[in-house]
């Protein structure tokens, strides 16, 4: 084993011990900086429903799967999911015991540091062929150092003004020279492409229950039609529709089991205007039909 591993290997495991001196039981903690927050499991959970927005997914102990816009990715200790625009997600803890407690850390990317940095470094650097919007790769010993500097605000808390700025600017450097790095560039780099699609992609997300007009969201990203479609399933490998189709069962989900509304006025909610079209989309989505996977998840 060579000394670079060894240290990854030693700041993870400091890493851990801050996080098990202070998440002493399973939930999801806040952290001393707003964009970063800590998550522990003692066993394996059942999937989750979410929106997966820009960040780093890191996995400081234990075993993730995820679904993100339709590709099925698995994590693990000592790796990291960085997703670049929002995509809706099906996640779960595969891997967790009391003994063995699952950890992992989320900090959002901050795009006016994105912006900064690729202002100051080589533009052409690290780009890939590959703009997809997700991808996993090991923590290598700089990213970790960061990480494991950053948790330790934990314990000095009076230090978190003046040292974190200055680590999580280090951070979003790390991950742009890190392997992944060319999905960031291709996403923030101005007058790429995919940087048309973020644009798309957050409208998207914002109106995700108005009707889908291709004509129109392709002159708002400021793209022909054939290149929207593309570009969009190069970055999401969803096409427009499906993407808002299952942003709309998402929330649909969050409205029935969160806010117990029933499912005709949850579907009507988020835009659809057939309960039984609804009704089969979302049974394709989840598994389940509204009424069965809803009782389900109140049960449990």
């Known amino acids: 084993m060579c000394d670079g591993v060894q240290e990854a290997e030693w700041l993870r495991e400091q890493t851990l011990q801050v996080l098990l001196r202070h998440i002493p039981k399973a939930g999801d903690y806040a952290s001393p900086l707003a964009d970063m927050m800590f998550f522990r499991r003692d066993k394996s959970e ?37 997703t ?11 891997e967790a015991t009391p003994e063995q407690p699952f950890f992992s850390i989320m900090i959002s990317l901050d795009k006016t ?8 470094t080589e533009n052409s650097k690290n780009m890939l062929d590959d703009p997809a919007a997700l991808g996993v790769a090991d923590v290598d010993t700089r990213l970790w150092r960061v990480i494991h500097n950053l948790t330790e605000l934990f314990d000095t808390p009076e230090d978190v003004g003046i040292l974190a700025p200055l680590y999580m600017k280090e951070l979003h450097y790390r991950l742009l020279c890190g392997p992944l790095g060319g999905r960031l560039r291709h996403l923030y780099l101005p007058g790429t492409p995919s940087r048309h699609i973020a ?17 129109d969201l392709a ?49 009507l909610c988020v835009g659809y205007e057939s309960p039984q079209q609804f009704s089969r989309e979302y049974k394709r989505l989840f598994g389940l039909p509204p009424l069965r996977d809803v009782t389900q998840w109140r049960a449990r």
């Open 219 to 267: 002159r708002r990203a400021n793209l022909s039609e054939s290149m929207l479609f593309r570009q969009f399933k190069k970055v999401t490998s969803l096409t427009p529709l499906q993407f808002q189709k299952q942003l709309r069962l998402q929330e649909a989900h969050r409205l029935m089991v969160s806010e117990s509304m029933d499912a005709n006025t949850a579907s």
């Open 84 to 94: 670049v625009v929002d995509l809706p997600a099906q996640s779960r803890c595969v």
């Open 46 to 82: 059942r999937v989750v429903n979410c929106v997966y927005k820009p960040q780093v997914i890191l996995i400081v102990q234990g075993e993730k799967s995820a679904v993100v816009a339709g590709q099925t990715v698995k994590y693990g200790t000592g790796q990291y999911l960085l």
């Open 113 to 120: 540091l994105i912006d900064q940095l690729l202002m100051a």
């Open 199 to 215: 644009g798309a992609i957050a409208w998207l997300r914002e109106n995700f229950a108005a009707p889908l007009h291709i004509k």
